[in-house]
């Protein structure tokens, strides 16, 4: 079989970095193309260990990948999205913060090529969605409050991964984000029977944590997940790249791939 070529977008940040090294260790890729906002020049590529003759624009990386990975941030899934479509490109998003319209752009996206979005690309984590539906499925009427913990560096709060988890828990109670609850300074008031909270950390270099816990009238239970390493968000979206390359055009998410 042949391998899946891959690019890399943001090539220069924290998340490229790790990327590098995940297509380097998988033997099912092939690194053709990485590209930054700012130029890539032949001392970048022999500092990153890489070949002289990869591509290093946008362009020309949309043109040689199978499919590119995309960390990087919402504003640059617009240019992204239509290199994607122009270039028969698939697209592994991880990238967090996202709003409705950026929804609305990979869904409209999905029918032209293939696109893959996970807010986190752990599969530990994807698992710890289906532990924590579990969880909340039997303690209906427990209280329930997310936390999370990041690197000082993180831009979003909270985090595109918790808000993910209290999406899972709220499906599996019937429920929605309209009990999400985001900022308790601004509500003068006793906590509502269906609110899901949500408190974020910041500091240091924590890679992400995470933590469900359910409050009852006499104890309390908690559901955590610890990152120890960047490795495993890119691990998980180089392996997502090789799966997304053999499907058909579409919009697909961690659910799809753990079914497959």
């Known amino acids: 079989m042949s391998k899946v070529k891959i690019a890399i977008a943001g090539v220069l940040g924290r998340m490229g970095q790790n990327l590098i090294e995940s ?33 290093t624009t946008s362009d020309a990386a949309f043109d040689q990948a199978d499919v590119v990975i995309d960390f990087t941030s919402p504003s640059a899934l617009f ?40 807010p986190n690309m752990s599969l530990g984590v994807n698992s710890f969605f289906q532990v924590a539906r579990n969880a909340a499925s039997r303690l209906k009427d427990y209280d329930i409050e997310i936390i999370e913990s990041h690197h000082r560096f993180k831009k ?42 949500f408190s974020s950390i910041r500091g240091g270099n924590i890679p992400g944590e995470h933590t469900v816990v359910f409050h009852g009238e006499h104890e309390s239970i908690e559901v955590t997940h610890r990152a120890f390493n960047r490795k495993i968000f890119s691990d998980g979206a180089v392996n997502a790249s090789v799966w997304l390359a053999s499907q058909t055009n579409g919009y697909y998410n961690y659910k799809d791939l753990l079914k497959s």
């Open 156 to 197: 979003d709060s909270p985090s595109g991964t918790a808000i993910k988890l209290g999406e899972e828990i709220a499906s599996e109670l019937g429920r929605n984000n309209k009990d999400f609850v985001f900022d308790r300074q601004q509500q003068i008031a006793e906590r509502k029977k269906y609110d899901i909270g």
């Open 23 to 55: 297509v380097q260790f998988n033997e099912g890729v092939d690194l053709v193309g990485v590209f930054d906002k700012n130029p890539i020049t032949d001392e970048l590529l022999q500092s990153m260990k890489l070949n002289s003759n990869i591509a």
């Open 79 to 118: 240019m992204f999205a239509e290199s994607a479509v122009a270039h028969n490109a698939g697209l592994v998003i991880g990238t967090t913060g996202l709003e409705k319209k950026h929804f609305d752009l990979l869904e409209q996206t999905s029918k032209a090529t293939k696109v893959f979005y996970a």
